[in-house]
């Protein structure tokens, strides 16, 4: 993945002073076992909390958590089902 250029989609929230968290919240079978799965954001300045949108970037190798250099972004609107991972939200 390092240097590739990926798009991201989920909802915003917020991070520390460097970056902020794209989020998407993954579930496999019910909400019992519903995940939590973040992207820090940097480089680019972040939307309001709970928003939705696509990013665009490089990917950042980390030995932290997933990370992304930001060259871009997209608001969308919430879809209409933010657990269902498909190309049309």
């Known amino acids: 993945m390092k240097g590739r250029t ?5 909802f915003v929230a917020p991070g520390n002073a460097a970056a902020w968290q794209l989020s998407r919240i993954v579930v496999s079978c019910c909400a019992a076992d519903a995940r939590v799965l973040k ?4 480089g680019i300045a972040a939307a309001p ?4 949108v696509t ?3 490089t990917w950042r190798p980390t030995a932290k958590a997933p990370a992304l ?6 608001h969308i609107a919430h879809p209409k089902n933010p657990y269902r991972d ?3 939200l």
């Open 6 to 10: 990926v798009r991201l989609t989920g």
């Open 39 to 42: 992207v820090e954001v940097h």
């Open 49 to 52: 909390a709970d928003s939705w």
């Open 55 to 57: 990013v665009t970037g």
């Open 69 to 74: 250099d930001a060259t871009g972004i997209e």
């Open 86 to 88: 498909s190309a049309r």
